[in-house]
């Protein structure tokens, strides 16, 4: 099948809150997750290869571009959403605040960007790079909460938290690129098709 359009977030990251959050980089499951999935060959048609430009994000996407030989593009406006008004934020403090950012999209909850900004920002990225019309599959690698807006739009779903990816980061989910007919919902990466 061509013009397969997945958007894959990046597994699981080292996390350090010593460090600025865009620069943790993958942990050690992540990376053999990733690692895993390169070898499957489910992404053999994929002809282009997007990433945030996130430390985490490019770590992933260099994996997987290595062993299809696709050189990466970053895109820097491909972030997660901003939250460096509040940095670095215990898991529990964490999920109450992104409840509150899916919940209220119009609102910038504690300085964060507001999710509708975030999400038109991650839908403009997207679509211009749909817009080159180049053969072969593309593969976006990014992030939970955008990846969880992008995801929102294409299946025509107000932005809702109930849409979020499973726990642990490494999910999918794909798109027709004729129609923009979503293919299938969030999957570990482990198994796709």
């Not at 460096?84 to 960007?113: C, D, M, Y």
Request: net charge positive.
């Amino acid at each position: 099948m061509t013009g397969l359009i997945r958007y894959l977030t990046h597994p699981q990251v080292k996390i350090d809150p010593t460090v600025p959050v865009p620069s943790w980089g993958l942990s050690d499951l992540g990376r053999a997750r990733t690692e895993t999935l390169a070898n499957t060959g489910c992404l053999s048609g994929t002809t282009q290869i997007v990433s945030s430009g996130e430390r985490k994000a490019i770590e992933t996407a260099e994996i997987i571009a290595g062993k299809l030989n696709v050189v990466v593009e970053v895109r820097e406006a491909m972030h997660e959403n901003d939250r460096s008004a509040t940095g670095f934020l215990p898991p529990n403090e964490f999920e109450a605040v992104a409840n509150q950012f899916f919940a209220k999209p119009f609102v910038a909850i504690r300085g964060w960007e507001r999710a509708i900004d975030a999400q038109v920002r991650i839908v403009r990225q997207v679509e211009q790079v749909l817009a080159r019309n180049r053969a072969g599959d593309v593969l976006c690698v990014g992030h939970g909460a955008v990846g969880t807006l992008l995801f929102c739009h294409y299946a025509g779903f107000a932005i809702d938290r109930i849409h979020d990816q499973p726990a642990g980061g490494g999910h999918c989910f794909a798109f027709a690129k004729d129609g923009r007919r979503l293919l299938h919902p969030w999957r570990r990466m482990e198994n796709l098709p």
